[in-house]
């Protein structure tokens, strides 16, 4: 052995370091977190900073009457059958918790909730920053604080097993470069880990030939709003020991995404915080064509069915009052940038976006009917949160298009963060996996916000189940 540990963590995302902090506080006095990025955070840092939660401080003062049942309920239904419901039942359980550990940390949120798409309440808070690093930040300097140790630039290789076949340590390549395969490692190292292995490694939307074996339509041609780092290797390693893959074909793309930029971007944002109060149009009828808060694959598959004549691609539109579009901080950008427009009138946005003007103006005044009366008798969107939000000029536009996200897929673990033999049928002794490298738990779609409660529970939990808590 070169080095020697109570705990080995390998990833520094949410679940990591959640991980990390929960294994301190629970008495662990060596614990290290490797990354083979230079930088922690991982894909974490670039995402929306969106956190899900029943009967929080905010919706008690909102007066939103929330459960961990009607949590759970909404995740069940958008999974469509095969989600894990215990696993969902356990996070929304502990999901307050998550979120005081993120705000005891010294993590800022908006005063306000949101209601994504698919929730049946508003129940998601939003880092002022509005990103994940307004969390992965305060959790790094809460990991430092509490005696976490962290090393960047050094990938996990490999488990190292007993003869019991029990994970005892992992194999690293230190001073590894990811940004230039071919400068070779410093060191290959050996690490025991004398109380257990928490695998947090992400997913794998970055990796396009496992993407596309999933689904060949996810070629590299289309956008992907993860980190380079989400390549999947962490998750084959632990298939290799007998790992169990679920829902590996379930690869989420994100409805909220613009064609007009890279990655998660500015767009992503702004809409995700709009859609409640605009609507979505397809350019070819002028017409809405989807529950602007719909689940994220509903939406991305009747977004991916715009087309013109000839069947090509043609993203549709999202129309917002300015007015109500100015709240959001991107808003700003998003025009700045020209990733977003500003009309004065639908005429001219029309005429912009070759819209047909006639079924455009009905379609307003139609949907601000439902505004009016709180029913959309077209797709049946919940209006609550467009109460007396009317479609007035001016407008802004931004154009859509889904963009590959998250993997609902990974292997298979249960409430304690354990992973089970496919072999044996038993757990995989020494080993836990949490985060976005597991899978099973959302099914078919996961609902947005529901990412950062699942990869901090589940990192708090393989820490608890550790150290026998
Ligand atoms: P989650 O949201 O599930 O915590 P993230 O993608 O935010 O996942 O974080 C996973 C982290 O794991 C990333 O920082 C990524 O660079 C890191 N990682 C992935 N594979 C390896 C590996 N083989 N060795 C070390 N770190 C890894």
Redesign the pocket.
């Known amino acids: 052995w070169d080095e020697t540990v109570e705990i080995a963590i390998?990833?520094?995302?949410?679940?990591?370091?959640?991980a990390g902090i929960e294994a301190a506080r629970q008495g662990c006095k060596s614990v290290t977190i490797?990354?083979?990025?230079p930088?922690?955070?991982?894909?974490?840092?670039i995402?929306g900073g969106l956190f899900a939660a029943p009967q929080t401080p905010m919706q008690k003062e909102q007066g939103v009457e929330d459960s961990v049942e009607r949590m759970v309920n909404d995740q069940l239904k958008a999974g469509r059958g095969i989600a894990d419901e215990a696993l969902l039942r356990h996070v929304a359980s502990h999901a307050m918790e998550a979120l005081q550990m993120t705000i005891d940390a010294g993590a800022e949120f908006h005063p306000y909730l949101q209601q994504l798409g698919g929730h049946s309440v508003p129940r998601t808070y939003q880092t002022t920053v509005s990103c994940?690093a307004g969390i992965?930040q305060p959790l790094l300097h809460e990991c430092r604080k509490v005696g976490v140790n962290m090393v960047s630039r050094?990938?996990?290789?490999g488990f190292i097993l007993d003869d019991a076949g029990k994970v005892v340590g992992v194999r690293?390549?230190k001073g590894?470069y990811?940004e230039d395969e071919d400068a070779g490692v410093e060191k290959e190292i050996n690490v025991r880990a004398t109380r257990g292995v928490i695998m947090?490694?992400?997913?794998f939307a970055q990796n396009v030939d496992l993407r596309m074996a999933q689904d060949p339509t996810l070629t590299a041609e289309v956008g992907c709003t993860?980190?380079?780092?989400?390549?999947?290797?962490?998750m084959f390693?632990m298939f290799r020991l007998g790992a169990i893959p679920v829902h590996m074909a379930h690869i989420q793309s994100g409805p909220w995404a613009s064609p007009d930029e890279g990655g998660f971007g500015y767009v992503s944002n702004y809409s995700i915080f709009n859609f409640p109060h605009s609507i979505a149009v397809n350019r070819m009828t002028g017409k809405r064509f989807m529950n602007e808060i719909a689940d994220r694959k509903t939406r991305a598959d009747a977004e991916l069915a715009c087309r013109d004549a000839e069947g090509n691609p043609l993203p549709p539109i999202m129309i917002t009052s300015y007015e109500h579009a100015k709240q959001h901080p991107n808003c700003k950008k998003v025009l700045k940038y020209g990733v977003g427009w500003k009309f004065d009138s639908l005429e001219d946005l029309a005429k912009h976006f070759d819209v047909p003007l006639k079924p455009l103006k009905e379609q307003v005044e139609e949907y601000n009917g439902y505004v009016k009366s709180g029913n959309d008798e077209q797709f049946g969107k919940n209006m609550g949160k467009a109460k007396g939000k009317y479609l007035k000029a001016p407008f802004t536009v931004v154009r859509l298009w889904p963009k590959v996200h998250y993997c609902q897929g990974g292997v298979q673990i249960n409430t304690k963060a354990e992973v089970k033999d496919s072999f044996t049928g038993k757990r995989i002794e020494g080993l836990y996996a949490?985060?976005?490298?597991?899978g099973g738990m959302h099914g078919v779609s996961r609902l947005g916000s529901c990412?950062?409660p699942?990869?901090?529970v589940m990192?708090m939990t393989a820490a608890r189940s550790i150290m026998g808590a």
């Open positions: 390998i990833g520094s995302g949410f679940a990591g370091l959640a490797f990354e083979k990025m930088v922690f955070g991982g894909n974490s840092a995402n994940g992965t050094t990938k996990f290789n690293l390549n590894y990811f947090a490694t992400g997913g993860n980190a380079k780092g989400a390549t999947g290797e962490g390693e949490a985060g976005e490298v597991a990412s950062i699942d990869c901090m990192g």
